[in-house]
């Protein structure tokens, strides 16, 4: 049987050249295998005029923890060079000395409601208000790949009342 | 009489003194008004095809919608475009032909890697459509999507 449908293949190369060609192209149209190594890249402008008002450079939502908090918190850099931290949306509780910090987002005191060690973070200063926009200003220094999270915290019962983990805008 | 207005006013001064239900509002400007305004920002999802970046919906000074991608990867594909649909996130495996998604078409995908905008048609939804889609027309496959939320 093998050697029988063999030999009709060997005999009838022009049917099977004449179907399997196509059959090949048809293939290769519909799955394109070579773009699995080929890369496009293109890199277009941003629809804005990027250098004149401050960029966003990360930004994450937040979420309430020990108190019900939301709103966006992002990182802007304004053309000279200065960096800042602006909550929209935003809405918290109220409540005694709470400030506003940059931390490690796999900083494990994070994961509870209750900071029980010392909280490696950079303070931004005291919550200027529980609702609305707000900016607080970020220290020349600060390195936002490590510091890639922002508390809404009290200082003085080291309750974490809301936590946004950044990522690049 | 007396006696209830002393009792009101003792309320209120304990009210103040613990701060019950007073809120504090602050309004710190942007200082972008002359300029494209981000309306809606996400990041995108996508395992079958690795798919990773942020989608950002813009509105320009004459009101026209723009969909820009940035720090975009994906894989590289036959027919791959960008679409909108109608729902608040895509299974990673999805197909749209199937569940009979509502969608609109932007484009074909500008290149598989790096920053690319994209025209949104006028008068499309963006209370209704609230997710990106790389999309592939030819196998009806999702490569990634962005669902997206208030910037």
Known sequence: MTRSASGWLTNHKGIVAGVGVPVLVLAWWLFRPE?????????????????????????????????????????????????????????????????????????????????????????????????????????????????????VYCERFHVVFGLASLERF | MVREIKFAVGVAALVVAFGLGSSVYAQGNTKQEDNAKALETGTFHGKV??????????????????????????SNGPDVHVILIAAKDADDDANFLKSDVERVELDKLKGNEGDQNYDIPAGTDLSKFRTVSIYCERFNANFGAAPLQKF
Do not use: C, M
Not at chain 1, 85 to 104: E, I, K, Q
Not at chain 1, 110 to 121: A, P, R
């Open chain 1, 35 to 151: 773009k699995l190594w080929i890369n496009k890249q293109v890199n277009e402008p941003p629809p804005f005029a990027a250098n004149s008002v401050p960029q966003p450079l990360y930004t994450g939502l937040l979420a309430g923890k020990a108190h019900p908090t939301s709103g966006r918190a992002s990182i802007y850099q304004t053309p000279d060079g200065k960096r800042y931290l602006r909550l929209t949306d935003f809405t918290t509780s109220n409540g005694p000395d709470v400030h506003v910090l940059l931390a490690r987002s796999d900083d494990q005191n994070l994961t509870q409601e209750l900071v029980k060690s010392d909280l490696d973070g950079v303070e931004l200063g005291s919550l200027k208000a529980n609702q609305g926009d707000q900016n607080y200003d970020l220290p020349d220094a600060v390195d936002l790949e490590k510091y890639d999270a922002v508390v």
């Open chain 2, 49 to 74: 095809h690795q798919t990773s970046g942020r989608a950002t919906i813009y509105q320009e000074q004459d009101g026209r919608l723009v969909l820009r991608l940035t720090h975009f990867k994906t």
